[in-house]
């Protein structure tokens, strides 16, 4: 996945599958209290309200979820996605059925506030590694069946995407070079497969120690060497061994307090799982206005 993604159905994976989904999960049968409560042609307009600061995210697929409830909701969008927000803000109105809008508003809340949550602390991030040429990545380590979203809200943070999932990167990790008998032999069974195959994959493999970047020097054949739980002074040292003949990347318990010590190294990227599995969610409301 790029950084310029589209917010659009990626691999396969269709928005309006999720949104069918999800509601089915919530809706059930139906949603009894409104049906119970509300008039069948009750009228309203909602707000969605920022009720704190941070990096708005999920506007889009707000939409397409009150479009699937009920399409004739009149939708209107007041900021863009990834504009700075803040107590007080009215980033979205809708107006038409009320029921409609409150069969819609607790999926509409659930998916923004998670997505919001992960774009303001992505931005913290991201503020860190001002005046370095490092970038933050996120990870696989995401939300199962929301990664598309969570992936989003990272970009829209100002981070850059990992790969999206097993498919679209060769990761040599650990476990794969511990399993396939070493650092050379699971870098040459990668190329092999990607040359028997006809595959167009980049190549990332994972080390431990200097030891170990000095054998993945020896052999090549890849694209980016990761440096796995390094501290940064080890991580300076291993940045000036490979002297920009591949891509660098430093991961392991790297934290917003630790980042920009490890960005001094030169390192290309940062990969911070904590961006979409540790974030707080963007506290946001959807009120009937009348």
Request: with cysteine; net charge neutral.
């Amino acid at each position: 996945m790029s950084t310029n993604m589209e917010f659009t159905d990626y691999y396969g994976l269709s928005i309006k599958d999720f949104i069918e989904n999800a509601l089915r999960e919530d809706v059930g049968n139906g949603d009894h209290t409104s049906l119970s409560t509300i008039p069948e042609s009750s009228l309203g307009v909602a707000n969605v309200k920022v009720k704190e600061t941070g990096i708005i995210a999920g506007l889009v697929l707000a939409d397409q979820i009150l479009n699937q409830v009920d399409s004739t909701l009149k939708v209107k969008v007041l900021v863009a996605e990834g504009s700075q927000v803040k107590p007080g803000n009215i980033v979205m109105n809708v107006e038409g059925n009320t029921r409609s809008l409150l069969t819609a508003e607790r999926l509409v809340l659930n998916c923004m506030q998670r997505m919001s949550g992960i774009a303001t602390l992505t931005r913290k991030y991201v503020d860190e590694l001002k005046g370095t040429n490092t970038k933050v990545l996120d990870t696989r380590k995401t939300t199962p069946n929301f990664r598309i979203f969570e992936k989003w809200a990272v970009h829209l943070g100002g981070g850059v995407n990992h790969r999206f999932g097993l498919y679209d990167m060769i990761l040599i990790k650990d476990n794969h070079v511990d399993a396939a008998g070493g650092i050379e032999n699971a870098i040459e069974r990668a190329n092999e497969y990607l040359k028997q195959t006809g595959k167009k994959l980049k190549i990332e493999i994972e080390t431990r120690s200097l030891e170990e970047v000095n054998r993945v020097l020896k052999t090549g054949k890849v694209d980016r060497i990761m440096l796995d739980n390094f501290t940064p002074a080890l991580l300076k040292e291993a940045i000036e061994l490979i002297d920009k003949r591949y891509e660098t990347e430093a991961s392991g318990g790297i934290t917003i307090e630790t980042i920009r010590s490890y960005a001094e190294s030169g390192v290309d990227y940062i990969s911070v799982g904590a961006l979409t599995h540790s974030h707080k969610s963007l506290d946001i409301s959807m009120k009937i206005v009348k």
